[in-house]
């Protein structure tokens, strides 16, 4: 168990700050990307407010296959380009969506989800999977959580994969 002590109650580059530091500490010198996936997911789990879902898809092959996460029980697989998830490793590029009702094709695994971020990991330039995060409150994801997010998920991607 480990406690890093992280306020919610601070500017957004000051949390993304400490999260980045936190998942360095709990990632560095561990080569298992499944356990890095799992302390990682549940770091912003505890640490970021109001999520419903938080975790990780893998690409295996040609498709993403479910991978840690902290929530509701979720699809297992997803097609590259389909949903959320799916367009973020097909384009290799963030996305930060306000509403997931007005998603094409956007996969409801929970029907509380009203919007989600999704950031793609990338590992020797290709994309080997992706972080999922969802809200039950609309619009819930500003553009310091994309920026936050993208940038600690790079500090971490060697250790992802
Ligand atoms: N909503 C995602 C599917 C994964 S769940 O949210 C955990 C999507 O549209 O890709």
């Given at each position: 168990m480990h406690d890093f002590s992280i306020s919610q109650d601070q500017s957004p580059d000051i949390l993304y700050q400490d999260l980045i530091s936190a998942a360095r500490a709990l990632t560095d010198g561990e080569p298992d990307a499944i356990a890095n996936m799992a302390n990682v997911s549940a770091l912003i789990w505890q640490y970021?407010?109001?999520?419903n879902w938080a975790g990780f898809y893998r690409l295996l092959g040609d498709e993403l296959v479910l991978g840690p996460f902290q929530g509701k029980s979720a699809c297992i697989r997803i097609a590259m380009g389909k949903g959320v998830c799916g367009a973020a490793a097909a384009t290799n590029q963030v996305q930060r969506v306000a509403d997931v009702h007005s998603f094409p094709g956007h996969i409801a695994c929970d029907a509380d989800s009203r919007s989600e971020l999704v950031v793609p990991v990338c590992k020797d330039g290709k994309v080997i999977a992706v972080l999922d995060l969802d809200s039950p409150l609309p619009d819930r994801f500003s553009v310091e959580d994309e920026t936050g997010m993208t940038n600690l998920i790079a500090a971490v991607s060697n250790n992802l994969g």
């Open positions: 970021v407010p109001d999520l």
